[in-house]
């Protein structure tokens, strides 16, 4: 099946940097998500990009699909980012979603 | 607009127990999903209904199951709990094979067998 790695795992930024988390995926895909997952637990969607570039506040992401890669970009970084982010994709028609490892980000004030 | 929601929120359970989850999804969509999440992992998909049928499944035993009702909400029932079957469980909701068809995740339900 299709195989779905992201990168970095773990991830350390004093508020204000910049980062760049990045999802590799083995095979064409119809969706493509990316999630904050708050302590709490909720994944919550920030982007449905399967390809091209969304931009939302500080956050946008980059798919390129014949590439089989996604970007996603935060800046200006604040504490509220810490999470783990989440890329998941969507390989047929059916709407399970298959998940990356996540990146561990930690916002230091 | 009510999202995805779930019960209960947290519970805990002893082995060999069953336990009933329980999942609305958001207004106007169809299908619902679940997914298990162990710690420190992404999420894994169980099965997905859709009009009352369970349309696809991972790769998770048959003491999974789960119901449909026609008001689109869904139960996920584990039977003969495990220790390994402690995790998050979520339940995502979609409208059933709509392109650009986002989906939406629940706060889950925290399950500790003890």
């Known amino acids: 099946g299709i195989q779905v790695e992201q990168s970095p795992p773990d991830l350390i930024l004093q508020e204000g940097a910049n980062s760049t988390l990045r999802c590799n995926f083995s095979d064409s895909v119809n969706n493509l998500q990316w999630f904050h997952q708050n302590p709490w637990g909720q994944l919550i969607n920030l982007f449905y990009i399967p390809s091209g570039t969304k931009q939302n506040g500080r956050l946008s992401a980059t798919t390129v699909a014949t590439e089989r890669y996604s970007l996603l970009y935060i800046s200006s970084s604040q504490t509220t980012d810490s999470g783990v982010y989440f890329c998941?994709?969507?390989?047929?028609?059916?709407?399970?979603?298959?998940f990356g490892q996540g990146t561990e980000l930690s916002v230091k004030p | 607009d009510a999202g995805v929601t779930q019960s209960p929120t947290h519970l805990i359970k002893t082995r060999g127990q069953q336990v009933t989850l329980r999942c609305s999804p958001k207004s106007g969509h169809d299908t619902v999903s679940w997914y298990q999440q162990a710690l420190g992992q992404g999420p894994q998909f169980i099965f997905q209904y859709y009009e009352e049928e369970e349309r696809q499944r991972g790769n998770f035993p048959d003491r999974f199951s789960g119901h449909q009702f026609p008001n689109y909400s869904s139960e996920l029932n584990v039977n003969a709990l495990l220790l390994g079957d402690s995790a998050l469980y979520l339940c995502?909701?979609?409208?059933?094979?709509?392109?650009?068809?986002?989906?939406?995740f629940g706060e889950g339900s925290w399950l500790t067998v003890v």
């Open positions: 995502a909701s979609s409208l059933h094979r709509l392109i650009g068809n986002t989906i939406y």
């Open positions: 998941a994709v969507e390989a047929n028609q059916g709407g399970k979603l298959i």
